[in-house]
């Protein structure tokens, strides 16, 4: 078994094949095990002897008003994960998606007035984002893949905030020592990107007439999110 666990929350096959590859390949990994939760509980697996867990994302929304039972599930379970890492007994990266749950969780707001369309972005470290162990090394800006329709309104209650920009107040967060959140995705390479474009085409990401221009820039991009992932093993113990 590997230390590190990745969960998935997508419905669709091919887009979590290949955010696990996009994940396992980040981290350095040559084995990052799996679980579905929109296929498998936490009770499937050994979920309390990971030390790590990591979040991909989902086309879900904590501000959906009709959720199916799916998602219920799906969101309580990932509740769970950042509970036992709050109780410092993991460490744990949530992201896009998860960062709303981990948001609504403590407290705060999620809402649907800053999304932002699939596109390559900066991203401005904070004071306390320079000093943190996971993304001080980055300083003072990270490129990073955005793509979502809802985030924090603020920085939660408990939480320090890591990482802004201008389209969107909270990119990430820290809260306690071991719990990290993030609104884009640090996993995914341009051409992981622009794939998952092609899988989410009509799902409201960015304008499907304008596919061709935006897969180009997206392709054309320069990120750096395996800098910050590759640094996320070393943090747990």
Known sequence: MSSVLYVCVRPERSAADAE???????LGLGMLDRLDLLHAS????EWEQYDGFVIGGSPFNVT?????????????????????????EATAMFTCYGIGVVTRMLG???????????????VRLTDAGA?????????????VFTAHKESARETPPGAVLLATNDACEVQAYRVGERLYATQFHPEASPQDFADR??????????????????????LDASVD?????????????
Do not use: C, N, W
Request: proline share 6%; no cysteine.
């Open 20 to 26: 696990h590859r996009s994940f396992r390949r980040g």
């Open 197 to 218: 474009m092609a899988v989410y085409r009509a799902s409201g990401y960015f304008d499907p007439r304008d596919y061709d221009r935006t897969e180009r820039a997206i």
């Open 225 to 237: 999110g395996d800098d910050l992932l590759a640094r996320f093993p070393r943090l747990i113990g």
């Open 64 to 88: 959906d008003a009709d959720k199916g039972q799916h998602q219920r599930a799906v969101e309580h379970d990932l509740e769970r994960i950042a509970a036992r890492v709050l109780d410092g």
């Open 108 to 122: 705060g707001e999620v809402h649907t007035d800053q999304p932002e369309q699939a596109t390559a972005t900066t």
């Open 131 to 143: 000093e943190d162990p996971l993304f001080g090394p980055s300083a003072p800006s990270l490129s």
């Open 42 to 45: 936490l009770e499937t697996v």
